[in-house]
Nanobody, 124 residues
């Protein structure tokens, strides 16, 4: 059984940086594309970024392009989301998802496993 645990969330000010981490256990990490999604209060969960199993392919939602970077360390079974120039609009619970496919995806339905989420709050 695959298990995902996110960490690294917190309260920061606008313009600050934060790095989220997601540890995966119980599966073959390099065979799993990974994704980050977020859910703000009163809103649906939305796609943020995805990375292929090899780590060579990444895709971002437009609102975070140029500010967020997704990367992975297959030797450590970890995926990260480096968030720079944070804005109050980035405030949300951030979730890590894993696919049983090496291909990345922006669709929630394509993910087979989810973590419990980590809160990111950006103050103005």
């Amino acid at each position: 059984q695959v298990h995902l645990v996110e960490s690294g969330g917190g309260l920061v000010q606008a313009g600050d940086s934060l790095r989220l981490s997601c540890a995966m256990s119980g599966g073959t990490f390099s065979s799993s594309a990974m994704g980050w999604f977020r859910q703000a209060p009163g809103k649906e969960r939305e796609f943020v970024a995805t990375i292929t199993g090899t780590g060579f392919g990444t895709t971002y939602t437009d609102s975070v392009k140029g500010r967020f970077i997704i990367f992975r360390d297959n030797a450590k079974n970890m995926v990260y989301l480096q968030m720079n120039s944070l804005k109050p609009g980035d405030t949300a619970v951030y979730y890590c998802g894993a696919r049983t496919s090496r291909s990345g995806s922006s669709a929630q339905k394509d993910y087979d496993y989810w973590g419990q989420g980590t809160q990111v709050t950006v103050s103005s």
